[in-house]
Nanobody, 125 residues
Framework: QVQLVESGGGLVQAGGSLRLSCAAS????????MGWFRQAPGKEREFVAG????????YYADSVKGRFTISRDNAKNTVYLQMNSLKPEDTAVYYC??????????????????WGQGTQVTVSS
């Protein structure tokens, strides 16, 4: 099973930027679907961004489209989430996830079997 470790979270002012990293173990990581999700206090975990197996297809929640970018560096076994123009409503714990069975990313966190521990992102107004 793939092990995932997120990093890069922190406190930032509204309008600022952060880049989250998700380091993965496993030699077949480069062929896995990857997803980023977030969970704010009192809310359900929600889809943020996803990437297909080839890395050529990316998908975003409407709330982050145009502001966030998902990318991967297979040589480093790492997936990134570049977050620009951050808003207070982006405050949440951010998780990366993967599942070797998926052909395309889905918005349902229940479809992903491997998760990182999460990294806190706090955006102040």
């Amino acid at each position: 099973q793939v092990q995932l470790v997120e990093s890069g979270g922190g406190l930032v002012q509204a309008g600022g930027s952060l880049r989250l990293s998700c380091a993965a173990s496993g030699r077949t990581f480069s062929s896995y679907v990857m997803g980023w999700f977030r969970q704010a206090p009192g809310k359900e975990r929600e889809f943020v961004a996803g990437m297909d197996r080839s890395g050529g297809g990316t998908y975003y929640a409407d709330s982050v489209k145009g502001r966030f970018t998902i990318s991967r560096d297979n040589a480093k076994n790492t997936v990134y989430l570049q977050m620009n123009s951050l808003k207070p409503e982006d405050t949440a714990v951010y998780y990366c996830a993967t599942d070797r069975r998926l052909l395309l990313p889905t918005v349902d966190p229940g479809d992903f079997g491997s998760w990182g521990q999460g990294t806190q992102v706090t955006v102040s107004s």
